[in-house]
């Protein structure tokens, strides 16, 4: 199984990017995919993740309503589209895949991606 996440780069505040990320290998269209993050010093914490059934879930406050999760490749990719990006947005971002419905914990995801590199400058 491979995650191959892409999209990642420098912006400028205020702007948008759109991470993508492709699974290989099986099936995840009925499990949950999601998105992580790891700003530098900082523990790798949850941003966002689409369930097995549809329903999508946020890190609140401080995504919520700028980040869009959305499920691509017939249910075997996960985009991000984020927008009005800031500075405290920089971080390498993670997809994951699980084999259960999905959720905030990174132990639910058994498998990820390499990461990719999301700077914003102010």
């Known amino acids: 199984v491979q995650l191959q996440a892409s999209g990642g780069g420098l912006v400028q505040a205020g702007g948008s990017l759109r991470l993508s990320c492709a699974a290989s290998?099986?099936?995840?269209?009925?499990?949950?995919m999601g998105w992580f993050r790891q700003a530098p010093g900082k523990e790798r914490e949850f941003v966002a993740t689409?369930?097995?059934?549809?329903?999508?879930?946020y890190l609140p406050d401080s995504v919520n309503g700028r980040f869009i999760i959305t499920r691509t490749n017939a249910g075997n990719g996960v985009n991000l589209q984020m927008n009005s990006l800031t500075p405290e947005d920089t971080a390498v971002y993670y997809c994951?895949?699980?084999?259960?419905?999905?959720?905030?914990?990174?132990?639910?995801?058994?498998?990820w991606g390499q990461g990719t590199l999301v700077t914003v400058s102010s």
């Open positions: 290998g099986r099936s995840f269209s009925r499990y949950g």
């Open positions: 994951a895949a699980s084999i259960t419905g999905g959720g905030r914990s990174a132990s639910e995801y058994p498998y």
């Open positions: 689409t369930r097995w059934n549809g329903r999508n879930e």
